[in-house]
């Protein structure tokens, strides 16, 4: 399935089931004339571990490998006073393993939903073409679930932009995300609006 394709002269928003053409939204970005000077493209993998603290759901009863569940340790803040380490905030999560996503959609619903967010991003900032290209169906981890790709004559509108695009996307367009877990067990989630990441 696919849907979509220039959603205005300068928007290209697709939705499908076959690969995302991340060469071909990076051709499209280019700018012969010159007149775009910043490009910045997000690419969304699929992770084969998930923190369920970012969906505000850890599902009971799933069997992971390995255990009841996978400790992940990050260091989240370190203060460095000349050259020693003063102050260390560690944080464990506890994560899930997904080898795989199913994601669903109204395609047409969801294209909508991006293209109104493509029209908030230029009355934001002044931008040049814009790329939302996002997968459905199954998707197995290290697969590319959505490409967000904008151009803009100076870097911080394009990096402000594609951030906005991505938290925007997961918070606003309904594209659900179905978690498959390695015992075949399933589960729809939903983002959390607080800790979208």
């Given at each position: 399935?696919?849907?979509?394709?220039?959603?205005?002269?300068?928007?290209?928003?697709?939705?499908?089931?076959?690969?995302?053409?991340?060469?071909?939204?990076?051709?499209?970005?280019?700018?012969?004339?010159?007149?775009?000077?910043?490009?910045?493209?997000?690419?969304?993998?699929?992770?084969?571990?998930?923190?369920?603290?970012?969906?505000?759901?850890?599902?009971?009863?799933?069997?992971?490998?390995?255990?009841?569940?996978?400790?992940?340790?990050?260091?989240?803040?370190?203060?460095?006073v000349e050259t020693q380490v003063v102050e260390?905030?560690?944080?464990?999560?506890?994560?899930?393993?997904?080898?795989?996503?199913?994601?669903?959609?109204?395609?047409?619903?969801?294209?909508?939903?991006?293209?109104?967010?493509?029209?908030?991003?230029?009355?934001?900032?002044?931008?040049?073409?814009?790329?939302?290209?996002?997968?459905?169906?199954?998707?197995?981890?290290?697969?590319?679930?959505?490409?967000?790709?904008?151009?803009?004559?100076?870097?911080?509108?394009?990096?402000?932009?594609?951030?906005?695009?991505?938290?925007?996307?997961?918070?606003?367009?309904?594209v659900w995300k179905q978690e498959i877990y390695?015992?075949?067990?399933?589960?729809?989630v939903h983002p959390r609006p607080d800790r979208?990441?």
């Open positions: 399935m696919a849907t979509g394709g220039l959603g205005g002269d300068d928007d290209w928003v697709e939705i499908k089931s076959q690969r995302l053409d991340v060469a071909g939204a990076h051709d499209y970005l280019a700018d012969a004339t010159g007149r775009w000077g910043a490009t910045v493209v997000f690419l969304g993998r699929v992770r084969r571990f998930t923190d369920p603290s970012h969906t505000g759901f850890f599902p009971a009863g799933v069997v992971l490998s390995g255990g009841p569940a996978v400790v992940e340790t990050q260091v989240v803040e370190t203060q460095v260390t905030q560690v944080v464990e999560t506890q994560v899930v393993e997904t080898p795989a996503l199913h994601y669903e959609c109204y395609p047409e619903m969801a294209q909508r939903a991006i293209q109104g967010l493509l029209a908030e991003c230029r009355q934001r900032w002044s931008l040049g073409r814009l790329v939302v290209q996002h997968r459905v169906g199954r998707l197995v981890a290290g697969e590319v679930a959505i490409v967000i790709g904008v151009s803009s004559s100076h870097r911080a509108a394009a990096y402000a932009a594609n951030q906005y695009l991505i938290d925007e996307i997961k918070r606003r367009v309904p390695p015992s075949g067990a399933t589960t729809w979208v990441q």
